[in-house]
């Protein structure tokens, strides 16, 4: 079970309000490439990074098998003097996710349970950027 | 019929010192898997600096040893934290790129150096409390 693909999946939702790349949304995974980076000037709406899980590990019973996944997606913007809107893409990301694990699109399983903590600040490599962070707890049972 | 009495002042500081006990047991294993996964070498791109090569971690190992400053400023925090809800011991890491390293930014996968005490050594980390608590 892909939990990336889950969430990217589910991302769709919020599509409008971010950068776009190379004719799409601009959600990347792990991290966001080099020339969409050094843009001049960088790119003004956020862009999202679904990052590698955490942990992943067995969730199992006697009778079913699953994984139990943690996983951050942050998102970044170019400072401009106030981070509402980022604020306010990640508080909609988390409500995506936050104790809805039937919206959720699991190949080969299902989401028992969805559970988001954040946002919260993110560090950045680039001064120009405003970063924030959300840690995304899925457990998905196989069918 | 014969009077109960409990002391539970008492037994509150005695379960304090209990979980303080294991806590500090915990800390000093912790401590010392930290700064062992930070010496582990890294795979990722090799740069050359000062006429010395030095092999950075890849994404998703732990940060690779250079000067040895992510290594010094990685310890347990001698200060056990007391709340209304729990007692707690920290592993802190003080760098200024501490956490860029373990969680990741735009343009760096995560090199998680913390997160593994709980992913690779958490029985290891149990059983320490368990004998710090019985000792």
């Given amino acids: ?143 | 019929m014969g009077d109960v009495n409990v002391d539970i002042a008492a037994n509150l500081r005695l379960a304090d010192e209990v979980l303080e006990r294991g806590i500090r047991r915990v800390l000093g294993v912790a401590e010392a898997r930290v700064k062992e996964v930070l010496q582990r070498p890294g795979s990722g791109k090799v740069y050359r600096r000062g006429g010395v090569d030095h092999q950075a971690s890849a994404a998703g190992e732990p940060p690779a040893e250079d000067i040895g400053n992510l290594i010094a400023a990685t310890n347990a925090n001698p200060d056990i934290i007391r709340t209304a809800e729990a007692v707690e011991g920290e592993i802190e890491s003080k760098t200024t790129y501490s956490e860029a390293l373990e969680k990741g930014t735009e343009r760096m996968a995560a090199r998680q150096f913390l997160e593994r005490l709980n992913t690779e050594f958490g029985d290891e980390l149990r059983e320490a409390f368990r004998e710090g608590v019985e000792e």
């Fill in chain 1, 1 to 143: 079970m892909n939990s990336t693909a889950t969430i990217f999946a589910r991302l769709a939702a919020v599509a409008s309000s971010l950068a776009t790349y190379e004719g799409a949304s601009a959600i990347f995974d792990e991290t966001a490439p080099d020339d969409f980076l050094i843009q001049d000037p960088r790119p003004e709406k956020p862009f999202i990074v679904i990052a590698a899980p955490s942990s992943d590990v067995a969730l199992e019973t006697f009778t079913e098998r699953g994984r139990m996944i943690v996983q951050d997606v942050r998102a970044y913007q170019r400072r401009t003097g106030s981070a509402a809107e980022l604020d306010a893409l990640m508080r909609a990301v988390r409500d995506l996710f936050h104790n809805a694990p039937e919206t959720l699109a699991v190949a080969g399983g299902v989401c028992d349970v969805a559970r988001v903590t954040g946002p919260v600040q993110s560090p950045t490599s680039d001064e120009a950027y405003l970063g924030r962070r959300i840690t995304i707890r899925l457990d998905f049972r196989n069918t």
